[in-house]
Nanobody
Framework: QVQLVESGGGLVQSGGSLRLSCAASGSIFSIQTMGWYRQAPGKQRELVARITSGGSTNYVDSVKGRFTISRDNARNSVYLQMNSLKPEDTAVYYC??????????????WGQGTQVTVSS
């Protein structure tokens, strides 16, 4: 089993910054992709940013130029630096990992979610 622990959410004014962190532990052999999703009230969960094991990244258009995803493979961790935050960024943010466990089976794990609230 793979456990994810998220941190870094909170309340910030428009234009401010936050940094989300997600650390994975447990039965991990390798991690392919690490990503952040978000879900605002009444909306579907959407992919915000994703990073592959090779370091390739992709972002939803609405956060390009403002958010940066990074990973620390040695710590099985992924980060999301969020700058120039806007009220429409308000959502619960979820960490997501896809990899292979110690039994050599693929897995997908989700964090518990962390609230990000941006006031205008």
């Amino acid at each position: 089993q793979v456990q994810l622990v998220e941190s870094g959410g909170g309340l910030v004014q428009s234009g401010g910054s936050l940094r989300l962190s997600c650390a994975a532990s447990g039965s991990i052999f390798s991690i392919q992709t690490m990503g952040w999703y978000r879900q605002a009230p009444g909306k579907q969960r959407e992919l915000v940013a994703r990073i592959t094991s090779g370091g390739s990244t992709n972002y939803v258009d609405s956060v390009k130029g403002r958010f940066t995803i990074s990973r620390d493979n040695a710590r099985n961790s992924v980060y999301l630096q969020m700058n120039s935050l806007k009220p429409e960024d308000t959502a619960v943010y979820y960490c997501n990992l896809r990899g292979v466990n110690l039994l050599r089976n693929p897995f997908v794990s989700w964090g518990q979610g962390t609230q990000v609230t941006v006031s205008s």
